[in-house]
C-alpha cells in the first residue's frame, strides 16, 4: 500500500494540481472572454447593421420629406405664378375697361361741353343782338333829336 500511497501524492502533487487548476481556470476564463467578446462582437455587429438601418432609413426618409417639401413648394409657387398672372390679367383688363370709359366719358363730356358753349355763345349773341339793337335805336334817335335840335346838321 505504500507504493499505492505514495503513486497518489505523486498523482495529487498540490503544485502540480495548483497549477492545473491555475492553468484551467486562465483557459476556461479565456474561453469565456472569448465567448463574450464573440457575443459582444456579434451584438455590436448587429447593433450597427440595426444602426445602419436606422440612419440609411433616417436619410431616406429626409430625402423623401426634402423632396415632397420642394413639390409643395414648388406647387405653391406655381399656383402663386398662376393667381398671380390672373389677377394681374384681371386688373389689366380692368384696368384697359375702365380707361376706355373714361376715354368715351370725356369725349361725350367734350361734345356736350361744346355744345353748351356754342350755344351759349349764340345764345349770348342774340341776347346781345335783343338788347343792344333798341339800346343802338334809342341810342340814334336820341342823336338825331339832339341834332335836329341843335340844328347842327345842315339842311
Same mark, same amino acid.
Given at each position: 500500500?505504500?507504493?499505492? $500511497?505514495?503513486?497518489?501524492?505523486? /498523482? ?17 476564463? %479565456? ?5 463574450? !467578446? ?9 447593433? !450597427?447593421?440595426?444602426?445602419? $438601418?436606422?440612419?440609411?432609413?433616417? %436619410?431616406? $426618409? ?9 413639390? /409643395?413648394?414648388? $406647387? ?13 390679367? @384681371? ?22 361741353? !361744346? ?7 349764340? /345764345?349770348? @349773341?342774340?341776347?346781345? !343782338? ?26
Amino acid at each position: 500500500m505504500s507504493k499505492q $500511497n505514495n503513486s497518489e501524492k505523486k /498523482k495529487e502533487n498540490p503544485f502540480l494540481k495548483g497549477w492545473n487548476d491555475f492553468v484551467s481556470g486562465i483557459k476556461d476564463g %479565456f474561453e469565456n472572454f472569448q465567448k463574450t !467578446l464573440e457575443t459582444q462582437t456579434q451584438n455590436n455587429v448587429e447593433d !450597427l447593421d440595426k444602426s445602419k $438601418n436606422k440612419v440609411d432609413n433616417f %436619410f431616406n $426618409n429626409m430625402g423623401e420629406n426634402f423632396n415632397n417639401q420642394i413639390k /409643395k413648394w414648388t $406647387n405653391n409657387i406655381q399656383k402663386i405664378q398662376i393667381e398671380n398672372q390672373e389677377q394681374w390679367d @384681371a386688373q389689366t383688363q380692368q384696368i384697359q375697361t375702365e380707361m376706355e370709359k373714361w376715354q368715351d366719358q370725356t369725349r361725350k363730356d367734350w361734345k356736350d361741353g !361744346l355744345k353748351s358753349w356754342n350755344r351759349g355763345l349764340i /345764345k349770348g @349773341a342774340y341776347t346781345f !343782338l335783343i338788347v343792344m339793337v333798341p339800346v343802338i335805336i334809342v341810342l340814334v334817335l336820341v342823336i338825331w333829336v339832339i341834332t335836329q335840335f341843335l340844328n347842327l346838321v345842315p339842311g
